[in-house]
């Protein structure tokens, strides 16, 4: 049977019982009679809440996110067209691989004025020395030799000028030693990565004309990871520095580091963790559910969000009595997936219902008159 048709099927079974079986009968608003037969026609199921209900870790939202420092953004050093993107999102990549490569009519002017440079630096070194060897000779002037020494340390810093206005760019120091070595340009400038890690975005498109300082990629060293974890501000207390984070289904240990003092707009506050173990595991950027020790409070319990009944801003669940359900409003305190933890007057050894949660309400809500 599926579910709408079992759904179906619940509610007529109740409104049989309510007209002709006299078995869900009129009762304060706060109580449902439902006899054991109809509890099983029903299909509820019942849980007991226990003192391991009570206690222990609960579940909570977090983000896999890397530490402040680790994301490099590489961004155009010039204005000028991308000519090819050589990796994507989520490569791996090793430092001073070539990431894209970017031509430029300022990169070809840069080589220039280094050529520039590099002719004038030799010339003045050429005749420096030729200028020294004939005041040895005492066929020119000192004042001469000083010039033509005055001149080659003028060119020397023009062409250090040059070689670091090319580095700036991203070009390395062999790229720029072969232009000057070959007087042979490159017509386009790769861009390397300065760290192993893993390619995070790629915004840059072959044939984009981009202008210096645009973001054109980003990449990671994946090493530390941390988790940000989404805590209730109500909870925010009940957590301790250094307590053990785990993630249900892995074989992951983390440790908070720090819990923010900061109330979101979703009333929550953000604690942070160091992945300790296991953090190949993890993924940057992934939503998971982690598990945190919450400290005991009287009437704070562990269930189901399918025991959970909502009437406006309020909410209930059904606990068995000895002639049907009584209903008791619960306070959410934490939520994560399909686990919440409740406060309301519960007890250890309370049954509540945790399937045919809405067969319950229904009725409740139809003898109480509520909508």
């Not at 449902?32 to 939202?61: C, F, H, N, W």
């Not at 000083?146 to 580095?167: F, G, K, N």
């Not at 979101?264 to 945190?292: P, W």
């Amino acid at each position: 049977m599926n579910y709408p048709k079992r759904c179906s099927f619940m509610l007529c079974v109740l409104a049989y019982a309510c007209a002709f079986s006299g078995g869900l009968l009129a009762a304060p608003a706060s109580e449902i009679l439902v006899s054991d037969k109809q509890l099983r026609t029903m299909g509820i199921t019942l849980m007991p809440l226990t003192a391991s209900s009570e206690s222990g870790k609960a579940l909570y939202p977090a983000k896999v996110v890397l530490p402040v420092g680790s994301e490099f953004v590489v961004s155009a050093p010039v204005n000028g067209m991308i000519s090819q993107v050589l990796v994507e999102p989520g490569q791996a990549v090793k430092r001073g691989q070539s990431l894209l490569r970017i031509s430029s009519p300022e990169l070809a002017k840069l080589q220039l004025d280094l050529l520039q440079a590099a002719n004038r630096s030799r010339l003045a070194g050429r005749t420096a020395a030729r200028e020294d060897r004939l005041l040895k000779e005492g066929i020119i002037s000192e004042r001469r030799q000083q010039e033509a020494a005055s001149a080659r340390i003028d060119a020397a810093a023009t062409l250090s000028q040059a070689r670091a206005a090319l580095a700036f760019t991203g070009m390395s120091s062999p790229s720029i030693e072969r232009i000057i070595r070959t007087n042979k340009l490159e017509d386009s400038l790769p861009l390397v990565a300065h760290t192993t890690g893993v390619v995070m975005s790629v915004s840059a498109r072959p044939g984009q004309r981009v202008e210096s300082s645009s973001p054109l990629l980003s990449v990671a060293a994946l090493g530390d990871l941390w988790l940000d974890i989404q805590l209730p501000s109500a909870q925010a207390n009940s957590i301790s520095l250094q307590a053990k984070v785990t993630i249900p289904g892995r074989d992951v240990q983390a440790q908070v580091a720090s819990i923010g003092s900061v109330v979101g707009s979703a009333q929550t506050v953000t604690v942070r963790a160091r992945v300790l173990s296991k953090a190949s595991d993890l993924r940057a950027g992934e939503f998971i559910q982690v598990a945190l020790p919450v400290s005991q409070e009287a009437g704070s319990w562990s269930l189901p969000l399918a025991a959970l009944a909502r009437q406006g801003e309020s909410a209930y669940v059904f606990v068995r009595t000895a002639k049907g359900f009584t209903v008791r409003p619960v306070k959410i305190i934490a939520s994560a997936g399909q686990k919440i933890r409740a406060q309301g007057e519960l007890k250890a050894g309370d049954q509540v219902a945790v399937s045919s949660v809405v067969t319950l309400k229904a009725a409740w809500l139809g003898e109480s008159g509520g909508e």
